[in-house]
């Protein structure tokens, strides 16, 4: 079972970790120091940690569909972060998930210890969002500077900003009317807007507002549980948008 402590002595590992590479995380650094070898898939298999003897890991990473083989993408550093968390947890604690609910809390603790890692909380403490208009630019700026998915950014933007939820939704490419979008994460209180449900929402939803035409960024006041909450629609690429609000309690963006 994950106890307190290891998620106290993960999250302590990470910080010392990051602290000691820089930013971006020099995984490759971390995985020598470690011991850990790393190789890239050829098969369409995804991402696994493998023990070759008992004082050696291995991870065989997803082969790459675009890119360099060489290079990780911010997916892939994702990824052997997560793997590295399973290692530390292995070295420090002997701990091997034995059944489906010891796995998912340690997957858990492990995507926790990955964003812990690529973005640690000295990165956070610097971050300051004045406006709205703010939020999708310092999101985009850790997912380059820290070399993260976009989703882990903004995951870490609301670890420090507990009332602000988060969502980016993708067109999906149909001819159908309304054209559904995909909702591709969600971070912080999903229970606040129910887009969640089966993944996609549609114009006639939520975004009927948002997907006219008219110009980025824009406001929606939608209804929730009888309060009005504002919701933020900001494009990234033509067809990939943020969605942002704060619970209604809240006041301004900025404010943890
Ligand atoms: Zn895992």
């Known amino acids: 079972m994950i106890e307190r402590d290891q998620w106290e002595w993960l999250r302590a590992a990470a910080t010392r970790l990051s602290l000691q590479s820089g930013i971006p995380v020099d995984l490759k650094g971390l995985l020598r120091q470690l011991r850990i070898d790393l190789e890239r898939s050829t098969s369409g298999a995804p991402t696994i940690l ?100 976009l989703a882990t950014a903004a995951h870490r933007v609301a670890d420090r900003f507990p009332k602000l939820w988060m969502c980016e939704a993708l067109r999906v490419s149909a001819n159908k009317r309304p054209r559904p979008l995909r909702i591709r994460w969600t971070v912080g209180n999903a229970s606040l807007l129910d887009v969640v449900q089966n993944r996609r929402i549609t114009p006639s939803h939520l975004l009927s507002g948002f997907l006219d035409a008219g110009s980025w960024p824009r406001r929606l006041s939608v209804a929730v549980n009888g309060t009005t909450v504002r919701v933020y629609g900001f494009r990234l690429t033509p067809s990939r948008y943020l969605l942002a609000a704060r619970s209604p309690s809240a006041v301004s963006v900025g404010k943890s």
């Open 50 to 149: 493998t023990k070759p003897s008992p004082r050696s890991y291995k991870i065989v990473l997803a082969g790459s569909r675009a890119g360099s083989r060489e290079e990780l993408s911010s997916g892939d550093r994702f990824a052997v972060a997560h793997e590295i968390g399973h290692v530390l947890l292995d070295y420090e604690f002997g701990f091997r998930p034995t059944n489906r609910r010891h796995y998912h809390a340690a997957e858990t603790l492990c995507n926790a210890f990955a964003s812990w890692l690529l973005v640690p909380d000295a990165s956070l403490e610097e971050v300051r969002i004045k406006s709205w208009a703010e939020l999708p630019r310092v999101i985009q700026r850790i997912h380059v500077s820290h070399a993260v998915p």
